[in-house]
C-alpha cells in the first residue's frame, strides 16, 4: 500500500495521501495541518456516502475543493478508501484517471493475493535479469499510450510498482505485467490487442 | 440567487438539474432533476456547512460527487448559501464549475 501512496504522490501537484479500510489507517502521509483536513474530510464523506446510500446510489468519487488545495477521495470497497490531499495546480482530470487506475489494481492485489504469492515463486527465471526486461518498457508506453492517452506513463508506471512488488521482474513474469496494465484498458479487443503485440516485443 | 441564476444554469451544457439552498438550509428553489434530489442537496449542505470557506479545517468551497450512475452532483459554497447541481458525467467538472462560478458573478 505504501508503494501505491509514493507513486500516486509522485502526480504532480499531489502532496499527500492515506489509504484507510475499516476504520484502520494502512498507509498515510498526512501529517500536521494536513491530518486535521483528513479528519474533517473522512467525516464529510461518510456522511455523503450514508446520503447516497438513501437514493440507491453508490460513491464513486468525492472532491472536496478547498481553493488552495483539493481533497479526492475514492472507494476501493465498502469501508475501504484512498484519500488524497493535491494543490491548486493539479491536473484533477488526470489524477482521476490515475487514482482510478490504482484503485483497480488495489482491488486486483487484494482479489489475487495468495496467488501473487504461489505464482511469484514458480515462476522465477534466473535465466533473465531487469535489464533485459526494462529494454521492452519503453516500446510497452508506445503500445499503452495507443489504447489509453497521455496518461499511459503515469499507469505503467504505477503497474510495474505494483509488479515489482509481487513478482520477480523478468521476461518471463511479463505476463503478469501485462494483466495489472490491462486492467486499464477499455475493452475486451485492446486487452487482447495488447497482450499480443507485447508478447510480440519479447518473442521477436 | 434567484430564478434567474436557474434558468441560466439550466442552459449550461451537461446540467440536468439546479437547486438553490437558502441560509435555513433548505432548497428554495429548484429546477429539472434537482428537484427530486432536494433532500440529497440540504443534507450535503448541512453536512457541509460547518466546513465552509473560512469556518474550519477544510475552508470548503466546492463538493463534487461522483456516484455509480451517469452523473455528478456538485454543490457551491455561496457565503450562507449554496448552488445545487446535477450533470452528465461527459461534461468535466472544472469547466462546469468555471461557467458557474461566472454565471454567479454576473448575478
Sequence with gaps: ?204 | MNDTVIDEAMRIGGVRGVAVVGASGKVSAASGAAGELSHFFEMLFAAALPHARDAAALSLRRIVVRTDRDEVFSLLMERAEALGLVSEKWRPVTELCADLEALLARN
Design chain 1, 1 to 204: 500500500m505504501r508503494t501505491v501512496l509514493r507513486d500516486l504522490e509522485s502526480v504532480s501537484g499531489v502532496r499527500c495521501g492515506c489509504i484507510v479500510r475499516d476504520g484502520e489507517v494502512l498507509a498515510s502521509t498526512f501529517i500536521g495541518d494536513s491530518a486535521a483536513t483528513l479528519a474533517a474530510s473522512r467525516e464529510l464523506v461518510g456522511a455523503i456516502a450514508e446520503g447516497l446510500e438513501l437514493l440507491g446510489r453508490e460513491l464513486d468519487e468525492v472532491l472536496l475543493d478547498l481553493g488552495e488545495a483539493s481533497v479526492v477521495v475514492v472507494p476501493v470497497e465498502e469501508g475501504f478508501t484512498l484519500t488524497l490531499l493535491a494543490g491548486a495546480e493539479t491536473n484533477l482530470d488526470l489524477l482521476r484517471v490515475v487514482m482510478q487506475s490504482s484503485v483497480r489494481q488495489i482491488r486486483m492485489m487484494l482479489s489475487r493475493a495468495p496467488q501473487v504469492s504461489a505464482s511469484s515463486v514458480s515462476t522465477k527465471q534466473p535465466d533473465t535479469s531487469d535489464e533485459d526486461v526494462e529494454r521492452l518498457f519503453p516500446k510497452i508506453i508506445e503500445l499503452l499510450t495507443v489504447s489509453i492517452g497521455p496518461a499511459a506513463r503515469v499507469v505503467f508506471k504505477h503497474g510495474v510498482s505494483m509488479w515489482k512488488a509481487s513478482h520477480t521482474p523478468t521476461v518471463g513474469n511479463l505476463v503478469s505485467l501485462v494483466e495489472i496494465l490491462s486492467v486499464d484498458l477499455a475493452s475486451d479487443e485492446d486487452r487482447l490487442w495488447f497482450c499480443q503485440e507485447v508478447e510480440r516485443l519479447h518473442t521477436g
